[in-house]
């Protein structure tokens, strides 16, 4: 099965300033990768997906962006942060057939 | 489009007590349908899952059966215990393809006490 590295796991970032959040994926190869928020109150939302290297789609206009460098490298970016984007980020991975969702541990970004 | 209702609490039991967590689907197609767990500060982590209708997933006590006439995936578990209090996401998938998304409930969060 697959095993999904999320870090770092915990931030706390000022007002303004640049974010990276990285996500690698083992066990596996070509997966269809994802970024989730999860926001106070628990519901998850799907920020972006990814089905290969270069390809993108965003769900919702926002003041973040996403990258895929390599086949099992996502990386979730912003160049200035706004409080709103304070949440749960979960990074996520594929599986063949029944297509079920592997899930990293998590970072929590902090905004100040 | 998809979508995923579920309970969404919060339920309080005691411990040893019977669960049940409601989920009803509508969906485009013939769909995929899974349970995820989060507990406290982590990410999530697949329960159980059902392809098919008629379908029973099961795992660490837990159960949930397809049913297509209803649309449903409930949840339940015969007792309890302190260590299953988490947030719990019901969730869909249909089809496959490079477009692939999973749809998930809004989470039902469990504390059981002791």
């Known amino acids: 099965s697959q095993t999904i590295h999320q870090w770092p796991a915990t931030l706390v970032q000022p007002v303004g300033s640049p974010l990276s959040l990285e996500c690698t994926v083992e066990g596996t190869s070509n997966p269809n990768l994802y970024w989730y928020r999860q926001a106070a109150g628990r519901g998850l939302q799907l920020l972006f997906y990814s089905v290969g290297i270069g390809q993108i789609s965003s769900e919702v206009p926002q003041n973040l962006s996403a990258s895929r460098p390599q086949d099992r490298q996502f990386i979730l970016s912003s160049k200035k942060l706004l409080l709103s984007d304070s949440g749960f980020y979960l990074c996520?991975?594929?599986?063949?057939?029944?297509?079920?969702?592997?899930f990293g541990e998590g970072s929590r970004l902090t905004v100040l | 489009g998809d979508s995923v209702t579920q309970m969404e609490g919060p339920v309080t039991l005691s411990e040893e007590a019977f669960l049940t967590i409601n989920c009803t689907y509508t969906a485009t197609g013939y769909p995929s349908l899974f349970w995820y767990v989060q507990y406290p500060g982590e990410g999530l982590q697949l329960l159980l899952k059902?392809?098919?209708?008629?379908d029973k997933g099961s795992n660490k006590g837990f159960e949930a059966t397809y049913r297509k006439e209803t649309t449903s995936f409930h949840l339940e578990k015969g007792s309890v215990q302190v260590s299953d209090s988490a947030v719990y996401f019901c969730a869909l998938t249909v089809g496959g393809g490079s477009n692939y998304k999973l749809t998930f409930g809004k989470g039902t969060l469990l504390t059981v006490n002791p």
């Open positions: 059902a392809t098919k209708a008629d």
């Open positions: 996520a991975a594929r599986d063949s057939w029944p297509g079920e969702l592997f």
